[in-house]
T-cell receptor, first 112, second 114 residues
Framework: EAQVTQNPRYLITVTGKKLTVTCSQN?????MSWYRQDPGLGLRQIYY???????DKGDVPEGYKVSRKEKRNFPLILESPSPNQTSLYFC???????????FGNGTRLTVT | TQLLEQSPQFLSIQEGENLTVYCNSS?????LQWYRQEPGEGPVLLVT?????EVKKLKRLTFQFGDARKDSSLHITAAQPGDTGLYLC??????????????FGKGTLLTVNP
């Protein structure tokens, strides 16, 4: 089954404790992206990757890192999480930038 | 500044009613996508429209792209409880060269009551 898999689905952590949210897709997509979704603010892009080893900032990249060492994986790293990063995070992939996105089921992160 | 405005923000209707939600912008888009997001899940693509004036139908859902490619609408006929969800529009903009920017609206939260 074609899918984007995120882990974990739920994560509660404390301020400053480094964490990684994994994302993997099995569709051989070139393009991958991370979004956060907050009430009243909608979906905002954090980082994206056009291909392996190519990443770029989205609209809200501060406090986040990503890497794209393999085509299928695109982890999101929070080196020192803060409470304002409490949010619902989505990973998405597509054939190329601009083609329809396939989203994962989300990771709900709470930073206390 | 919100590039894509969706209205209404919330909509609660009874089963069997018709409804229309709107996605408006001052920018011209090269394409526009509609997604539906159900609770606890990620958005799922419903349709992509690329030509000004284009109309696409998906069962009881009718999507229209404005002639000037600045706006779009989604009309649902005889809504059912299964249509409940957050409807998101996303406009694609070519910003030069190989750069392409997809911007999401904030969504319309639809509740269809049995």
């Amino acid at each position: 089954e074609a899918q984007v898999t995120q882990n974990p689905r739920y994560l509660i952590t404390v301020t400053g404790k480094k964490l990684t949210v994994t994302c993997s897709q099995n569709m051989n997509h070139e393009y991958m992206s991370w979004y956060r979704q907050d009430p009243g603010l909608g979906l905002r892009q954090i980082y994206y990757s056009m291909n392996v080893e190519v990443t770029d900032k989205g609209d809200v990249p501060e406090g986040y890192k990503v890497s794209r060492k393999e085509k299928r994986n695109f982890p999101l790293i929070l080196e020192s999480p803060s409470p304002n990063q409490t949010s619902l995070y989505f990973c998405a992939s597509s054939l190329w930038e601009g083609s329809p996105l396939h989203f994962g089921n989300g990771t709900r992160l709470t930073v206390t | 500044t919100q590039l894509l405005e969706q209205s209404p923000q919330f909509l609660s209707i009874q089963e069997g009613e018709n409804l229309t939600v709107y996605c408006n912008s001052s920018s011209v888009f090269s394409s526009l996508q509609w997604y539906r997001q159900e609770p606890g899940e990620g958005p799922v693509l419903l349709v992509t429209v690329v030509t000004g004036g284009e109309v696409k139908k998906l069962k009881r859902l009718t999507f229209q792209f404005g002639d000037a490619r600045k706006d779009s609408s989604l009309h649902i006929t005889a809504a059912q409880p299964g249509d409940t969800g957050l409807y998101l529009c996303a406009g694609g903009l070519n910003s030069g060269g190989s750069n392409y920017k997809l911007t999401f609206g904030k969504g319309t939260l639809l509740t269809v009551n049995p």
